[in-house]
């Protein structure tokens, strides 16, 4: 495929993933595929090997009740554009009942369940080269699950590779992935404190109290709840903006049945639950 790069950088790690690609088409690849932007890299430069090897690629999403509602159908649709074969497994992360009681190493167990269910899907479809989406950044986080995925085999290109999140969106953006300025979308658990059981109920609130602040226009929208109190998290430089429509947020918010509304003054932070961890 020819494209036109906006800088070396760019170009280099298309040609660094398309190599990892092609070394591997023959064992068929699969792609843990979510529809945010780590993925559909992964994706589309996988999908752009294939095609001129007449080959497929599996991209595999899993429908799961801990992750915001509305990205099924947008993977779906992403995933079939690129050409790919696609999937969609359920699985219910509660058939480990330690993962309701929401300890700190619940990513690990949820990665563990997920990822064994896409090998069982995988291999039944003789695809046995599987990818995730883990970014060279997420060495920096905390990120048990990274330990479930090492464990089981699946390789992560992007973060084998030293890809940078900012790098990859920049890359996505010169292949006209729709995803490519897309806000990352984590499990919903991430809302709720360590040690909180997770509720379902709640989980759905705070996924719809998120999408109504999102609509109203900010990027980066976050809903952590401590009990009785909701701790808002968008971008800093959106405050002001924020401050115009707080009204029309809280009215909303209370009507989900959240009682003490909070602005966090940090701003939105990736992790900011896992302070105490990390």
């Not at 040609?15 to 990892?20: E, F, H, N, P």
């Not at 699969?30 to 080959?55: H, M, P, R, Y």
């Not at 919903?188 to 379902?200: H, I, K, S, V, W």
Request: overall charge negative; aromatic content about 10%; hydrophobic content about 35%.
């Amino acid at each position: 495929m020819e494209y036109n790069f906006t800088s070396d950088i760019n170009q280099f790690n298309y040609q660094k993933l398309a190599k990892v690609m092609e070394t591997n088409s023959n064992s068929g690849i699969c792609v843990a595929f979510s529809g945010g932007v780590d993925s559909s890299l992964l994706l589309k430069i996988a999908c752009d090997t294939a095609k001129e090897k007449n080959q497929s690629v599996l991209a595999v999403t899993f429908e799961t009740r801990l992750h915001p509602h509305g990205d099924l159908d947008e993977a779906k649709e992403l995933a079939l554009s690129f050409g790919a074969n696609h999937k969609v497994i359920a699985v219910d992360e509660f058939s480990d009942p330690e993962i309701m009681h929401n300890p700190i190493d619940r990513c690990y167990r949820c990665k563990n369940l997920l990822f064994k269910t896409l090998i069982q899907t995988a291999q039944k479809e003789d695809y046995h080269y599987l990818m995730d989406g883990s970014n060279y950044d997420d060495l920096d986080a905390y990120r048990p699950g990274m330990k479930a995925l090492k464990e089981l085999g699946i390789h992560s290109p992007l973060l084998e590779l030293k890809i940078t999140k900012s790098e990859i969106r920049s890359l996505a953006s010169d292949l006209f992935i729709l995803s490519s300025n897309r806000p990352s979308a984590p499990c919903l658990a991430t809302r709720l404190p360590y040690g909180d059981t997770l509720d379902f109920d709640l989980l759905e609130r705070i996924d719809l109290g998120e999408k109504y602040i999102k609509k109203l226009g900010f990027y980066n929208v976050r809903l952590r709840a401590h009990k009785d109190i909701l701790r808002i998290e968008v971008d800093k430089e959106a405050f002001p903006k924020f401050m115009e429509s707080y009204g029309t947020v809280v009215q909303q918010l209370k009507e989900l049945g959240f009682l003490y509304i909070t602005l966090d003054l940090e701003g939105f932070r990736s992790g900011s639950m896992d302070i105490k961890i990390t």
